[in-house]
């Protein structure tokens, strides 16, 4: 299995809504990553997970909540988002360490619409 | 610090004809480029990747990419472009010192006509 597969592909939810994207892999990577994208920009990073801790924190406001609860799975829990949160959602996988050559795998994303 | 620049918004080619997608880079260390490919409302295709070594490489889909040290380039190429081409194409440098972390450019869409 080489993919990382994303649930739910497309979300519409009201900015009192508490909703959660999930992200699934079995390529045994052990690093896992959100990415929010706007339309026609690159991906921007929000969380990494290495080992099932989270390694790095963008600054991301507090009404996205990452989770990993073990070393397949990644979550994204939401609540209180804004309409400007609307965008493409996606997760991304790799191997975990310094060697150069260790690329992403990126899922299909989750187009959240936020109303 | 790392970044890599694409000067193009938007290239335009017709079917057939050769295309370059233009990638520039700026890093402190050893560069370790990628391409990736997106189409519409999918995630990002890995394309191909630059470590070391031979400065022509060779990805998927027929694409291939030149590393230039002395022009810190690393431009994206096909020799006959297909219409299926056509989608939104992402250079990016990964941090040789801080595992994990990639820094894309600003995407160029990629038109290929009939």
């Known amino acids: 299995d080489t993919e990382v597969t994303q649930t739910p592909k497309h979300l519409v939810m009201g900015m009192t809504n508490k909703k959660s994207l999930k992200c699934e892999q079995h390529m045994g990577h052990r690093a896992m990553y959100w990415y929010k994208q706007k339309a026609k920009k690159p991906p921007e990073l929000m969380f990494v997970?290495?080992?099932?801790?989270?390694?790095i924190n963008e600054s991301v406001p507090s009404r996205f909540s990452p989770e990993c609860p073990n070393s397949s799975l990644l979550n994204l829990h939401l609540h209180a988002l804004q309409p400007e949160d609307s965008a493409l959602y996606l997760c991304?996988?790799?191997?975990?360490?310094?060697?150069?050559?260790?690329?992403?795998?990126f899922g299909s994303g989750t187009r959240l619409t936020v109303v | 610090a790392q970044s890599v620049a694409q000067p193009e918004d938007q290239v335009n080619v017709a079917e057939g004809n050769p295309l370059t997608v233009k990638c520039t880079y700026s890093v402190s260390g050893n560069p370790y480029l990628f391409w990736y490919v997106q189409y519409p409302n999918r995630g990002l295709q890995f394309l191909l990747k630059y470590i070391t070594g031979d400065n022509l490489v060779k990805g998927s889909y027929g694409f291939e990419a030149e590393f230039n040290k002395s022009q810190t380039s690393f431009h994206l190429k096909k020799p006959s472009a297909l219409v299926s081409d056509s989608a939104l194409y992402f250079c990016a440098v990964r941090h040789a010192s801080y595992f994990n972390k990639f820094y894309f450019g600003s995407g160029t869409k990629l038109n290929v006509k009939p």
């Open positions: 997970y290495s080992y099932e801790k989270l390694s």
């Open positions: 991304a996988s790799s191997q975990v360490g310094r060697a150069p050559n260790y690329g992403y795998t």
